[in-house]
């Protein structure tokens, strides 16, 4: 259960986060509103920061750091190409008919402060995080040599595993890289997975192309449906995408 419990919003907070540019100055948001917004705060997100944020936050076990980067790279594919068939045929948060309140975003926002409550494959959450994320960006301190050790371990510990290790081996390999607990530790790997850099055989690199959530596969049984896709596919013999490393992450591939 979140923090906020469902707890209603104060004004003040939504006319904060108005004023501070996180929330876009108007009543509610529809569809085509919340896709535009998206698209201009990937727009405004550099790459590199992302990549180094989420390394300090794999350490330190900041949600808001390490978020950002999952929501950027989940909606990466998507773009002005192909946002006209995404509203007009639905995506996982935005509204079917009408508008969602501001409130609701809050609500939203506060979950990658408290677990795993994020949900980087919706347009909504997307768009909150890249946006609160662009705001706090410059007091967010480059990744120390020690915090690049600690990543560049979690990698090296990932490829070491085993053909037929399994998402348990994968979770666990992460102990003492990732802090936290076993959660913190799916949330990581799953941020990977969007990254393509954990992923199953088989299946066309999210970079490549937008599948929205309510269209991304899943196991067909088993506890990998618990995790995001595509990283619920991730066996020992895939491994670790160096390409897709060098891509986010470039210095770290081997």
């Known amino acids: 259960m979140p923090a906020d419990g469902g ?26 509103r919340i896709v535009d917004w998206l698209l201009a705060e990937k727009g405004r997100c550099r790459r590199e920061l992302l ?44 509204p079917g008919v009408g508008t969602i309140d501001l409130r609701h975003l809050v609500r939203l926002g506060h979950r990658r402060l408290w677990k795993p409550y994020v949900y980087h494959d919706r347009a909504d959450y997307a768009a909150f995080d890249l946006s609160r994320f662009r705001l706090n960006a410059g007091a967010i301190p480059e990744p120390s040599e020690s ?3 600690n990543f560049r371990a979690l990698l090296d510990a990932i490829r070491g595993l085993p053909g037929h290790a399994r998402l348990t081996d994968l979770q666990k390999c992460a102990t003492g890289w990732v802090k936290g607990d076993k959660y913190d530790r799916q949330h990581v790997l ?17 970079r ?13 049984r088993g506890s990998a449906r618990e995790w995001r896709f595509p990283a ?23």
């Open 7 to 32: 707890a209603r919003i104060p004004d003040s907070e939504v006319a904060h986060l108005v004023e501070a540019g996180v929330l876009p100055d108007v009543e509610a948001l529809d569809a085509e």
């Open 51 to 94: 990549a180094d944020a989420f390394v300090v936050g794999v350490v330190g076990g900041r949600y808001d750091y390490r978020s950002a980067l999952g929501s950027y790279a989940s909606f990466f594919a998507l773009d002005e190409s192909n946002r006209e068939a995404i509203v007009s045929g639905g995506m996982a948060g935005l």
């Open 147 to 149: 915090e690049r050790a």
């Open 190 to 206: 799953e941020i990977l997975g969007y990254c393509d850099i954990l992923g199953g055989r088989g299946h066309e690199p999210m």
């Open 208 to 220: 490549g192309r937008f599948v929205d959530q309510m269209n991304r596969p899943l196991p067909a």
């Open 232 to 254: 619920c596919f991730w066996d020992g013999e895939s491994g670790v995408n160096e390409e897709a490393v060098a891509f986010w992450f470039p210095g770290y591939e081997v």
